[in-house]
């Protein structure tokens, strides 16, 4: 295998995911959002959203709080330092692949 | 030529711009100009006669109004933003930085407010005084114009030109005068605060709040 194509194969595949990398790039430029504006801006549904943010979560990249905002629940997500670390490798590597194109 | 968009450069540009979704930040620093603004017409109108007293008021007033103008436009902003357009479009906060980091920017800033300070000073100096409000229109449109540009934001631009052709309108109409500069922040100020306003019309007319918090 030449170095290109092992730099593409080593990309974090959980992050890679179209769905799952627009919410780790919203969440990167933000220290928290909530439930409503990470669905709107990353055009999904509720349920595909809160699959992908579940897998986020068990991987340890996203930390999800529970809370209320006076009778509303609300649901506030923010990335853990691992995530965040895992997140700015992702984005070197795959400029790095980019670049070599 | 054109330069290609990077989509996660671009999601995060988004996240970002969303603070000025709603027009209520050029609000508040609209307002926080108009306190400015305020604050020289009323040395001037109270320190007439006495330039001294004029000048030290200016000197020590002029930073405590934008700080605490500032402080508590930001805490009418955030309520703002918490019954108007995070129920709307949703809640973000943004990383602030704690302990040294925070001081280091806020010594940045300083640094980087004196060296502007310094640069309008040197500039100004051996220029007539009504080419102080061009200066100061231009300094501030190169401001709005680095706001814009780094958020794409093209109203920005605009108020970029506008704040330029104001200091250009003062500088011909031959303003001089702490009084005159008032009037000139006076006009800036509601620039801002009508930029923010039209903002939040169209961005109220466009949502709704939401009906369903999450899942």
Redesign the interface.
Known sequence: MNEDARSITDLDRLIHEPAR??IM??L??????????????AGLT??N??AHLTRLEEAGYVEIEKTF?GK?????CRLTPAGREAFEGY?KQ?KSFLANI | MTRETNP?DE??????R?WYVDGLAEMGGGAVILLYAAYMVGVSLFTAGSPQIAAVALGLGQPLVILLGGLLVRRVVRHFKETLT??R????????QKGSGRWKRIFQTAMIAAAVGAVVALVSEGLPENMMFLVSGVMIGLFLAYLGYTFGLTRFYIIAGLSALLGAACALLNFQGTLLMGVFFGGMGLMWVFSGLFTLRNYLRNTEP?QV???
């Open positions: 990398l627009a790039s919203i990167f430029a933000a220290e928290e959002a909530d439930f409503l504006f990470l669905l709107r801006e509720k349920g959203l809160s905002r509303l629940p609300q649901t506030i984005r795959l | 996660i999601m995060i540009k988004r996240t970002r969303y995070f129920p479009t949703g809640y973000v906060a943004y990383p602030r939401a918090e999450h899942e």
